[in-house]
């Protein structure tokens, strides 16, 4: 089960987390999941396409036609600066579970 104060941090928006393994991908989306973050087509958060790029940062974003989760390819780092990079906090927070 996933902490109340990284459910409290995942349910907002402007963060995106980056992963360099399968297992911290499945640790973040689990965690979604808890949180009820979904992805930005409706799909739940453990629901990942194959296609899907892999390693890529994910997150959430107050600038998409909605706030769920979606993959950050190709975005510039200006773009990147208008949201949170939470990546060490969230893993922290995971491994002080």
């Known amino acids: 089960m996933t902490s109340k104060k990284i459910i409290e941090r995942l349910q907002q928006l402007d963060w995106y987390v ?3 393994t399968e297992h911290e991908l499945a640790l973040l989306l689990n965690a979604c999941l808890d949180a ?5 087509d ?4 453990t629901e ?7 390693p890529a940062p994910i997150g959430r974003s107050s600038k998409h036609r909605n706030d769920n989760l979606g993959f950050y390819v190709g975005l510039t780092d200006e773009a990147l600066k208008q949201h949170q990079d939470i990546t060490d906090w969230f893993f922290e927070e995971l491994r002080n579970e």
């Not at 409706?42 to 958060?45: C, F, K, P, S, V």
């Not at 990942?48 to 892999?54: A, E, G, L, M, R």
Request: hydrophobic share 30%; no cysteine.
């Open 48 to 54: 990942i396409v194959d296609s899907d790029p892999f």
């Open 42 to 45: 409706g799909g739940n958060a």
């Open 36 to 40: 009820g973050v979904g992805w930005y």
């Open 18 to 20: 980056e992963y360099k």
